[in-house]
């Protein structure tokens, strides 16, 4: 190209590229081609009037604001290239499209989107790798279906890079979903499944709710784009939760961003394809009134187009009207081309119906080039085949470039099996009316039948059953019965009013044995699932109910799980069945809240014996309910069956949970060091501690916290022990948590759980202390070694009495009585600043100071006595006693290391003494001497070596082999831990630290 076209190019993208005027000073900046070609490019352009002046000084604009538009359409990667190398360019660029998207206008977004994700361009956004990230979040919103044919794999492969350059893990499983969609899209279902796997797991790492739920709907968006309809209801009801809530809704958005409900449409579109008419229709109502509340008209007007789409793919002539009219056509005309391309189709359906099937095709004509420039094929159903059927066979052709023929080849071409079954369906009606080999026409028909049924595409299955059912009777052929059978499975699995008369509706008897088969599994779920969630969703789809709630009776009247309906219908609910009692089977007028009054709400209270009392409440206002008054009976009979099945339920959930708690309890108890018996450790002959014992006597039988407080070895974990034993939760279990023996980034685990894939290592779901100690006793030891981010997390457990484990997003309760421990000043560390005021509060409800052994001297021999018993035991010796002057000397000592040291001294004398009294050692500590000492005074010296080792003894003995952490060895020898882990070995103290540490245990 010469040098003075590419240069007109160069400027002609420039132009179009910004949001105002252009002024000459920018393109002079911009340096897209020499001063002298700028200028000839403005007079020639001026001359012609193309380009006229703005107000501004030296500013121009396009005469015709659509010359923009024909440019960015034709640039070419090259063009683009060359222009987007400047931040500011790129930077307009990006204004740009933004301005275009905001006002609807995708045709002109779209390419500047797709070049702002060039390779090329992309470098240069604002914000670095941030303004990457950025761009392709926007892209994934408005361009989600074109992302594959811009390079989606490398461009978020990028986008993924610099995401874990920056830490920015927020964004990454949505990332991870979209690559997972892109490579969908190329046909790799195998790399797609592993995308999909690889971000849920990292969304559950995150531990965030709306990262999960903005993963489960890309992935079950993805699921409908493969046409596996199923499995997308499946992934939505997932993102639910047990209770469904109003889709969320963000005032800070502009009115026209239909971004956050575009998903939530969809998922009313797959309810409807799976014969979940009642869903659906509940869905979209909810969206529109939400809408109209907030003054959003768009959002109003698109829940109108997925109504239209969704009665049309039902073939209701009538409520297909009313939701578009009265501007039929104007919807043809939407700027939006995705819009466009999915409502021409219920319009031009619309008008072939109403025999007029010119403006039918005028529509069809416009529909085919919003499809193209959407680059979004999908047409949820079969409404556009059967439109080019009619066209083919009144007219011997559908439309120019587009055939039925074509279509059903590219139909078959594609992953989506849902459209693949409505294609062999098709194939099958054209092989029929062509003349065509009959095997051929029954193998189409056969392999509909079975992708539709894999997909769960019950509509578009019963209307594949009728007609192989019809042409079978036609030509004699012996599979007339399979299709018979077929097509009344089908029908019986949709709602009671979708076929136009009376004379199909299945008998409520039929579908009713089958539910209650089926709820009758409930309880062989996996234990991950919500067995509430999941039996109000069977319920609701198996009495075709738009909206289905499971109340539990009482004051508060929780909410088990809820389908449909939203908050306020749930408060209408509650407040109505609060203290309401139990009148049976009930069938009521629903509240409204749209001002129409009519439809059902069925009331079935279910009263088990081992379980919660409630009521399984089911609604229809728009279609009409599986059950009548007329079926009072069989709704007792269900009701019956409820009760039975929500208390087969709950003992069989329990048993579960006892059976993971005894296992979880087993492998903690393998996981802790040898302890020895509880009943009768604790010696208190001394006034302190029979204060002590009087304490505990006072407290035990309540559930207050309490707070044991005294120095290093006195004996805290034995007055754990003993509140334990004698309260109320003596047969629950006691589990014990030593705060400082564990690493900062494990505490959360091991109190809090785990799931699997909650990080790096975590191969399996695991329980924490909480959950174990549900019914018990949790003793915390050391709890001032609580980092900051830990008490906020303890506070909340203590505030709100529930918790999530580390990567899960289920809210869980433990029934639990908390004893707390600490050496230190509590109080004094709030006033550093080192503990929180409100959690020392909290703990600080019942404190129990355990004296030192220094103040209780008539208890050291009893404890000497009682240690003396208990090694010699051990090791196979017998001992008589201990002599009168060894236990002077034992009451002489004041024993900085309180019961803990005495307990050590004991257990050395009784490998050191051959009877038959027990020898105590020397106990002078001083066996390394003090600065003060005077060298002459000395009776023994020894090497740096062995001084260093004493003295390093010592230490450990004083922080029981605790390294790190404050207070720890590290801290007192001011050394790093690696350099004092390399010291341990070269000294042999390896073992010395690991009795300490075990000593500290017990």
């Known amino acids: 190209m010469p040098q003075q076209a590419r240069s007109t190019t160069l400027l002609e993208l420039a132009f179009a590229l910004q949001p105002g005027p252009v002024s000459i000073d920018q393109l002079l900046e911009w340096k897209l081609c020499a001063p002298s070609e700028l200028w000839t490019f403005v007079e020639e352009r001026l001359a012609r009037g193309t380009l006229i002046r703005a107000s501004a000084p030296a500013s121009f604009v396009w005469n015709d604001p659509t010359r923009s538009d024909e440019v960015l359409a034709s640039a070419e990667d090259a063009d683009w290239a060359a222009v987007l190398v400047d931040p500011a360019v790129t930077a307009a660029a990006l204004q740009t499209a933004r301005q275009a998207t905001a006002a609807r206008n995708i045709d002109r977004a779209r390419p500047i989107y797709r070049a702002l994700l060039l390779p090329s361009s992309s470098r240069h956004l604002p914000g670095g790798e941030a303004g990457c990230i950025q761009l392709v979040l926007e892209s994934n919103r408005w361009f989600f279906h074109s992302l594959p044919q811009w390079g989606g794999t490398e461009v978020l492969a990028r986008a993924l890079a610099a995401a874990e350059s920056t830490g920015n893990v927020a964004v990454q499983p949505a990332l991870v979903a979209t690559l997972g969609y892109c490579h969908l899209r190329a046909g790799d279902a195998a790399g797609a499944g592993a995308c ?3 971000a849920q797991l990292a969304a559950a790492s995150l531990g965030n709710p709306g990262v999960l739920k903005e993963v489960a709907i890309l992935v079950a968006h993805c699921r409908m784009l493969e046409g596996r309809l199923a499995d997308a209801i499946a992934a939505f009801e997932e993102s639910l939760g047990d209770v469904e809530q109003d889709p969320p809704f963000d005032p800070a958005l502009p009115k026209d961003d239909i971004g956050p409900d575009y998903a939530f449409f969809s998922q009313a579109l797959v309810y409807a394809l799976t014969g979940r008419i009642g869903r659906a229709l509940d869905l979209v109502h909810r969206l529109r009134l939400r809408a109209k509340r907030t003054d959003r008209p768009i959002v109003e007007s698109l829940g109108r187009i997925i109504l239209a789409s969704l009665y ?40 072939q119906a109403d025999g007029r099937t010119r403006e039918a095709r005028e529509v069809l004509v416009r529909a085919v080039e919003a499809r193209a ?6 047409s949820f159903g079969s409404v556009f085949l059967e439109l080019l059927e009619e066209l083919d066979a009144r007219e011997g052709s559908a439309l120019a470039g587009v055939t039925l023929q074509g279509e059903i080849d590219s139909l078959l071409a594609g992953v989506n099996i849902h ?40 509509v578009e299955l019963s209307r594949l059953a009728e007609a192989a059912r019809s042409w079978s009777e036609r030509t004699g052929r012996p599979d007339v019965a399979r299709w018979q059978a077929e097509e009344r499975r089908a029908r019986q699995s949709l709602p009671a009013d979708w076929s136009s008369g009376d004379a199909q509706r299945p008998k409520p008897g039929v579908p009713l044995a089958a539910l209650i088969a089926e709820l009758g599994r409930l309880r062989t779920l996996d234990r991950e699932e919500t067995v509430w969630r999941v039996l109000a969703a069977r319920l609701c789809e198996g009495l075709s109910a738009e909206r289905c709630a499971i109340v539990e009776s009482g004051p508060q009247g929780r909410v088990l799980a809820a389908r449909g309906g939203g908050d306020s219908w749930l408060a209408s609910l509650r407040s109505m ?29 279910f009263s088990p014996e081992y379980a919660a009392h409630g009521w399984v409440c089911l609604e229809n206002r728009l279609t009409r ?26 003992l069989w959930r ?26 009768g450790e604790l010696v208190a002959h001394s006034a302190p501690m029979r204060e002590v014992l009087a304490l505990i006597e006072r407290v035990a039988p309540s559930d207050a916290t309490v707070l044991i407080q005294g120095e290093t070895g006195v004996g805290k974990e034995l007055v754990a022990r003993e509140l334990h034993r004698c309260s109320l939760r003596r047969d629950g279990p006691l589990i014990t948590v030593h705060i400082a023996s564990l690493s900062a980034g494990l505490v959360a685990s091991a109190l809090f759980g785990h799931e699997r894939g909650a990080f790096t290592g975590a191969a399996s779901q695991s329980k924490g202390r909480f959950e174990l100690a549900d019914g018990g006793t949790l003793f915390l030891d050391e709890i001032g070694e609580l980092g900051p981010e830990e008490q906020v997390r303890l506070l909340r457990v203590l505030q709100e009495g529930t918790f999530e484990r580390l990567g899960g997003a289920r809210t869980l309760r433990s029934d639990f009585r908390l004893v707390a421990a600490t050496n230190r000043d509590l109080k004094a560390e709030v006033d550093a600043g080192r503990f929180r005021q409100d959690l020392y509060y909290r703990l600080n409800v019942f404190p129990i100071r355990v004296p030192p052994l220094r103040e209780r001297p008539e208890e050291i021999a009893l404890l000497a006595l009682f240690f003396m018993e208990r090694y010699s035991r051990r090791v196979g010796k017998k001992f008589e006693g201990i002599g009168e002057a060894d236990v002077r000397r034992l009451q002489a000592y004041p024993w900085p290391g309180n019961v803990r040291e005495l307990e050590h001294l004991v257990e050395r004398a009784v490998l050191l003494s051959d009877g038959p009294r027990l020898k105590i050692p020397p106990m002078d500590r001083a066996t390394i001497p003090s600065a003060a000492t005077p060298a002459a005074a000395r009776t023994e010296w020894v090497t740096a070596e062995e001084a260093e080792r004493r003295y390093l003894r010592e230490v450990l003995e004083h922080t029981c082999g605790r390294l790190t952490g404050k207070a720890g060895a590290t801290q007192i ?6 350099t004092l882990h390399w010291r341990i070995d070269q000294l042999g103290l390896r073992g010395f630290l690991t009795q300490a540490r075990a000593r500290r245990a017990r």
């Open 373 to 378: 420039r959407s680059q979004f094929s999908y």
């Open 625 to 650: 309910p599986a059950l009548g008054r007329s079926d009072t009976t069989l709704a007792s009979a269900l009701a019956v069956q409820i009760g039975v099945i929500v208390e087969n339920i709950a």
């Open 196 to 198: 999909f796997q690889r």
């Open 419 to 458: 459209t693949q079954g409505i294609a062999h369906h098709y194939a099958a009606r054209l092989l029929i009316r062509t003349g065509g080999d009959p095997e051929l026409i029954a193998e189409n028909f056969a392999s509909g039948a079975q992708r539709l049924g894999d997909a769960g595409a019950l």
């Open 654 to 679: 329990e048993l579960v949970s006892a059976r993971q708690r005894l296992e979880q309890e087993n492998r903690y108890y393998r996981d802790q060091p040898e302890a020895t018996p509880v009943a």
């Open 312 to 351: 049309c793919e039902l073939r209701d002539r009538e409520r297909t009207r009313e939701a578009l009219e009265p501007d039929l056509e104007a919807w043809t005309h939407n700027p939006d081309p995705v819009v466009a391309w999915l409502t021409s189709l219920p319009v031009a359906w619309l008008l």
């Open 577 to 605: 069945l609060q203290g309401r009692p139990d009148r049976g089977v009930e069938f009521l007028e629903p509240a409204s809240d749209d001002g129409r009054q009519a439809g059902q709400l069925l009331l079935l209270p």
């Open 973 to 978: 020898l001011g050394l790093k831990p690696s």
